[in-house]
């Protein structure tokens, strides 16, 4: 039997299905460009899942060094569909000079994921946007600026809250070096727009980054803290490019709570 009105018809036992698509299953990783410097800072990462396991289902997420030489990685993490929002920190050790002149060297931290409990849902996951990229700066016969802290989760900053970062030479030069600092972005400020280093300050000084404190209810914004080349009579030092780093500004403000009252007449 079929109804029919105007160009529409409708045969009575047909049968109407649909189909409900899931993100694909992932593991989110960020950031996933890190620098470190031999015998420098431990940096961190955040790992977090992007969608809650089945269950009864333990999600375990291994950070791998590809070469514990230049640096090496914290432990497993276990997420569940109680914590599996909530980033957890890896922390990368860099290694340590005495290895030679070898250069900066570049090498991978992978995840690979396993599950079990519930259905297994997550096993085998991939990371996303991929895996962790580390370069590790040499500093034996070298003359070069290091930064430390040079990147990492330590540059993910609540509104308000700062990170100092100091800048040093690897030998002494001949002359003052300078380096300049700034921000691209409205979300972060750094306490000195040049960085000098000189005799007087051992050739090390530092600087701070600092999230802007607003009352803004927003999402987190991204925010760069860019590094000019240096500047020096020195030729050793001059045209040293540092590594830009890569941050956050974290929102902490919350939306008031409503409230009611009662007003008697």
Known sequence: MKFKTGLLALTVGTIFTSQIVHAAIQVNIEPTTLYTNEDGTAITYQVVLDQAPSTGE????????????????????????????????????????????????????????????????????????????????NIEASTT??????????????????????????????????????????????????????????????????AVADSTIDADQAFTVVTAASSSIDANYNGIDLNDIAGKAINVDVAPSSSSSVIEW
């Open 145 to 210: 600026i290091l930064m430390n802290p040079a990147s990492g989760t330590a540059f993910y900053l609540n509104e308000g809250s700062s990170q100092t970062v100091t800048l040093s030479t690897t030998s002494l030069p001949a002359n003052d070096v300078s380096v300049d600092i700034s921000i691209a972005g409205s979300e972060a400020t750094v306490s000195l727009g040049t960085v000098t280093l000189n005799a007087g300050n051992g050739y090390s000084a530092t600087f701070d980054v600092t």
């Open 58 to 137: 333990t999600v375990t997420v291994t950070p791998t060094s590809g070469d514990v030489t230049e640096g090496t990685v914290s432990g497993a993490l276990n997420f569940t569909d109680a914590n599996w929002d909530t980033p957890q920190t890896v922390t990368i050790s860099p290694g340590a000079s005495g290895d030679g002149n070898d250069g900066d060297v570049m090498y991978t931290i992978t995840h690979p994921t396993t599950a079990s409990g519930g259905t297994t849902s997550f096993n085998g996951a991939p990371s996303s946007p991929g895996d962790v990229t580390v370069t590790n700066i």
